[in-house]
């Protein structure tokens, strides 16, 4: 029961923070949406939440610190990677010649954990000019839609710097 409440909390709060200025519609309509987060998502939170917590009495609090620092790392070079690739972009959009080469490629990947899979998926595919298509986890590999496949990038085996550069720093994050 204290799980849902704090998830209704943190979810009105999320709420609150992303439609500042609050007014009465607002607060209404935040309080629905909320508890519905909250009711329909409890079984996913509760189930993470209780395996934070058991591991959490056998590591270092120094483990979480270091975790958060390289997060924050993670932070700053998602956005860097990310501007570079709007700029690269927008070269290519504006670029008379229309310099494109777009295809599918097989990037392998080192990461086991679902949450860093994750990250990794979403990183990529926020990154303009990249799509994560799909993440097949037995192989160990995802597969990626890019807007200039590069001479020498065999669409079966290949290396995308931007999933180098993300994964190196999710593995110490989650693993």
């Known amino acids: ?24 519609k607002n607060l209404i309509i935040g309080l629905g949406a909320s508890y519905l987060v909250s009711f329909f998502k409890m079984d996913v939170f509760t189930a993470s939440g209780k395996k934070i917590r058991s591991k959490a009495r056998s590591r270092n609090p120094v483990v979480y610190i270091k975790k958060a620092g390289w997060f924050l790392i993670y932070i700053v070079v998602f956005l860097y990677e990310c501007l570079k690739a709007n700029l690269d972009v927008a070269y290519r959009v504006l670029h008379p ?34 799509t994560t298509v799909d993440v097949d986890k037995a192989k160990g590999c995802l597969y990626v839609h890019w807007l200039y496949v590069q ?25």
């Open 1 to 24: 029961m204290i799980s849902h409440i704090l998830m209704y909390l943190v979810s009105l709060s999320v709420w609150f923070l992303l439609t500042w200025p609050p007014t009465l």
């Open 97 to 130: 010649d229309l310099p494109i080469r777009p295809g599918t490629i097989r990037v392998k990947m080192g990461l086991k954990s679902d949450t860093g899979i994750t990250f990794l998926a979403n990183s990529v595919t926020l990154t303009p000019g990249t």
């Open 151 to 175: 001479d020498g990038h065999d669409a079966s085996n290949a290396s995308l710097p931007v999933v180098e550069k993300f994964e190196k720093i999710l593995r110490r994050i989650f693993e």
